[in-house]
């Protein structure tokens, strides 16, 4: 049976909503003590968030569990707490002590997209101590130990160390962010950065894969909105499971235990203004990343790519920016595993997701989408921001997720099991975002987005699917 959690629930609501409410006090009320020695701060993250979805998953739920009553238009609120405290201490001998913990309280009212709700959790989010030095200005090192945050490069494979949802509520927002033990240590010279990790996520206990992994990040920050850099790592344990397509596409996929366990990977980055003296307003930006297990015969690559202009002498100075990003699929002509494993990449529309709407169906593997994105700033306090992704299946009768879709289709009069699609098209995701500033800590943003099935979605439902429609409203508050 299902554990809810209904009064912590309305408590993480009720409790956003009252900060949201007095969100105007200044932020130095925040600080606790300063001294010659010791400075502690609070810290406080709220957010709420009210949720609309309307033939959800392009309502599959139809074709492949027609028994379960699933309801594809769900409205949902969600909402959570972050509080905080962290200090830093004056060691002496130029050292400098630090450290932080906060909690995140999440919770849910309503059914959520995944048919879960009224539910929640309070869990640790940080806690951990450094020391840092800086006794020359151009050498200083940073060591730190305990849950916290922590991304390599853009977040292609190494970002999103917490989960939410599910029995922790606050699907969307997803405000875990922290590895449940992150141990890391930076060298630093002038611009150049070396930081070496071990990690280990803070997954949803149903669903924990025990993954653990060390490696390194070097980096160069050429300008400070440019850096270029590549990471190195290895999956130290995990009972992840990868899918393996089935010879040539005809039958369910293979699934291989403890896929992850032993893969090695490395991404090389590069983003920023490649000619400053020439234009500032111009950017760009790639990425390549190359995975590998000889245990299980596995090779796989990903990449990016990305170009955008501020018109700044324009009335609201127009962003645009073009991407394309792709994610090897299993190819099921080949005894190889090609299979790309995204990680603990960070999802969100503005980072690594593939799609809004069918970034909630489709992870980093299998697929490749053309991006489009215009943000427009009328005022200085709001922007709007409209996304549009072209989304492709790189391999045809492979599994794109994890090999749901898994289906009977005929050929030639005689029945087969497949997965995967059988046309490349999945679908075109629009997505319209207004952000304001309401005050220098609270923000409100509102969104609006549609996911259009293309051939490729009609081909695993063998029916013109509806199209998948959703909104949202939320209040954030950031102390």
């Not at 409410?21 to 300063?34: K, N, W």
């Not at 499971?241 to 089935?246: D, I, L, S, T």
């Not at 190359?290 to 690559?301: C, K, Q």
């Not at 989304?391 to 090999?403: C, V």
């Amino acid at each position: 049976m299902r554990r809810r959690h209904p009064s912590t629930t309305r408590v993480v609501l009720l409790a956003a909503i009252l900060l949201a409410s007095t969100a105007s006090r200044a932020e130095d009320r925040m600080l606790l003590l300063d001294n010659d020695r010791l400075t502690v701060r609070a810290h406080l993250q709220a957010g709420l968030n009210a949720v609309a979805e309307n033939n959800l998953f392009w309502n599959f739920a139809d074709t492949f569990a027609p028994s379960s009553d699933f309801d594809p238009n769900k409205q949902w609120l969600e909402g959570y707490l972050k509080p905080g405290l962290s200090f830093t201490t004056d060691l002496g001998g130029n050292l400098t002590g630090y450290g932080k913990g906060s909690i995140v309280v999440s919770g849910t009212l309503g059914i959520d997209a995944y048919d879960i709700g009224n539910t929640g959790r309070i869990t640790l989010e940080e806690g951990y101590l450094g020391f840092r030095s800086t006794a020359d200005k151009d050498l200083s090192f940073d060591v730190s130990l305990g849950p916290r945050e922590f991304k390599a490069g853009t977040g292609m494979l190494i970002a999103n160390g917490g989960n939410s949802g599910f029995e922790r509520g606050a699907l969307k927002f997803g405000p875990r962010k922290a590895w449940e033990m992150a141990a890391l240590g930076t060298l630093s010279y002038d611009d150049l950065n070396g930081t070496v990790f071990y990690l280990r996520p803070n997954e949803l206990p149903g669903s924990s894969s025990g993954t653990t992994l060390i490696g390194t990040d070097l980096r160069y920050d050429w300008t400070p909105d440019s850096f270029t850099g590549v990471t190195f790592g290895h999956v130290l344990k995990s009972t992840s499971p990868y899918p393996q397509a089935a010879p040539d596409g005809i039958g369910p996929p293979t699934i291989l235990p403890d896929g992850r366990d032993g893969l090695n990977f490395v991404n090389a980055y590069a983003i920023g203004t490649p000619f400053p003296e020439i234009s500032e307003n111009f950017f760009a930006g790639a990425e390549f990343a190359y995975e590998w297990n000889d245990r299980i015969d596995m090779s796989a690559w990903a990449g990016r790519a990305h170009v955008g202009y501020v018109f700044a002498d324009i009335a609201w100075s127009p962003t645009l920016a073009l991407s394309y990003q792709t994610f090897s699929g299993d190819d099921p002509s080949t005894a190889r595993l090609e299979r790309f494993d995204p990680l603990f990449y960070e999802g969100s529309p503005s980072n690594w997701s593939t799609g809004s709407k069918s970034s909630m169906v489709f992870i980093n593997s299998n697929v490749s989408s053309y991006q489009v994105s215009l943000r427009v700033t009328p005022t200085e306090r709001d922007t709007f921001t409209l996304r549009y992704a072209h989304i492709r299946a790189n391999e045809l009768l492979s599994p794109i997720q994890f090999g749901q879709g898994t289906r009977v289709e005929t050929s030639g009069g005689v029945p087969s099991p497949v997965a995967g699609v059988t046309n490349h098209h999945l679908s075109d995701d629009i997505f319209l975002e207004y952000n304001r500033v309401l005050n220098p800590n609270t923000y409100l943003t509102v969104g609006l987005s549609a996911s259009f099935p293309g051939p490729g979605i009609d081909s695993v439902v063998q029916a013109d699917a509806p199209t998948w429609t959703g909104g949202f409203a939320n209040v954030v508050v950031n102390f």
